[in-house]
C-alpha cells in the first residue's frame, strides 16, 4: 500500500517563511506524479492552491509556491499570514489512483 | 461561476445503501472529468473514486472497489456516487470533485456531505 508521508505540524512567525514536504513510500517524487497542495481551514471543503509540482491556481496568493526538493514535493510559504493557519495535504497521482498525504497542521504564532 | 453541490447524505445502518448525488454548474460538464473524496471526522483526506468526461475510465480506492459505484449524467450536469454494504469507516464528509483540464488535479470542491453509518 502506497503511502504518503507529510510533517504532521510545523510552527511558524507571521512574515516569516515555511517549507512544507510531501514523500512518497515508492521513491523519489517526481513531475510525474502531479503534485498537487491543498489548504482547508476548520468547518470548510479544502480550497485547490498548487498543481502539477508548480502551477498555481488563479486564486492563489503569490506567497504560495510549489517545488520538487531533495526526492520530495514541497510547499513553500513566504512572507507568512495569520490567515495561512490551517491543515495543509498534498496529492499524488499513481497512474489510476491518487493519493493524499496525512497532511500538516501548521501554526501561525 | 463554477459550482458543485453534493446531496444525499444521511445516517444509514451497516450494511445499507446510499446514493450520493452531485450538481454541477457554471462549466461544461460534459468536458471534465469528476471525482469523489471523503474525509472521516477529524481524519485526513481520502480519494474514493473518478469518472472520466464520457464514462469511459472509472477507478476506484481498494477501499471500496466492489461497493462503490460512480457514474454520471451529462445531459443533467450531474454525478452519482452509489454505495452499498456500507461499514461504519466509511462514515465520512464526502466531496464532490472537479478534475482540472489536462488531468492529474482536483480545483473545484463542493462543501461535502456528511454520510453516518452506525446502528
Known amino acids: 500500500q502506497t503511502v504518503v508521508t507529510q510533517e504532521p505540524s510545523l510552527t511558524v512567525s507571521p512574515g516569516g517563511t515555511v517549507t512544507l514536504t510531501c514523500a512518497s513510500s515508492?521513491?523519489?517524487?517526481?513531475?510525474?506524479?502531479?503534485p498537487n497542495w491543498f489548504q482547508q481551514k476548520p468547518g470548510q471543503a479544502p480550497r485547490a492552491l498548487i498543481y502539477?509540482?508548480?502551477y498555481k491556481h488563479s486564486w492563489t496568493p503569490a506567497r504560495f509556491s510549489g517545488s520538487l526538493l531533495g526526492g520530495k514535493a514541497a510547499l513553500t510559504l513566504s512572507g507568512v499570514q495569520p490567515e495561512d493557519e490551517a491543515e495543509y495535504y498534498c496529492l499524488l497521482y499513481y497512474g489510476g489512483t491518487w493519493v493524499f498525504g496525512g497532511g500538516t497542521k501548521l501554526t501561525v504564532l | 461561476e463554477v459550482q458543485v453541490v453534493e446531496s444525499g447524505g444521511g445516517l444509514v445502518q451497516p450494511g445499507g445503501s446510499l446514493r450520493l448525488s452531485c450538481a454541477a454548474s457554471g462549466f461544461t460538464f460534459s468536458s471534465y472529468s469528476m471525482n469523489w473524496v471523503r474525509q472521516a471526522p477529524g481524519k485526513g483526506l481520502e480519494w474514493v473514486s473518478y469518472i472520466s468526461s464520457s464514462s469511459t475510465t472509472i477507478y476506484y480506492a481498494d477501499s471500496v472497489k466492489g461497493r462503490f459505484t460512480i457514474s454520471r449524467d451529462n445531459a443533467k450536469n450531474s454525478l452519482s456516487l452509489q454505495m452499498n454494504s456500507l461499514r461504519a469507516e466509511d462514515t465520512a464528509v464526502y466531496y464532490c470533485?472537479?478534475?482540472?483540464?489536462?488531468?492529474?488535479?482536483?480545483?473545484?470542491w463542493g462543501q461535502g456531505t456528511l454520510v453516518t453509518v452506525s446502528s
Open positions: 470533485t472537479r478534475v482540472g483540464l489536462g488531468a492529474y488535479h482536483f480545483d473545484y
Open positions: 502539477s509540482t508548480t
Open positions: 515508492t521513491g523519489a517524487v517526481t513531475s510525474s506524479y502531479y
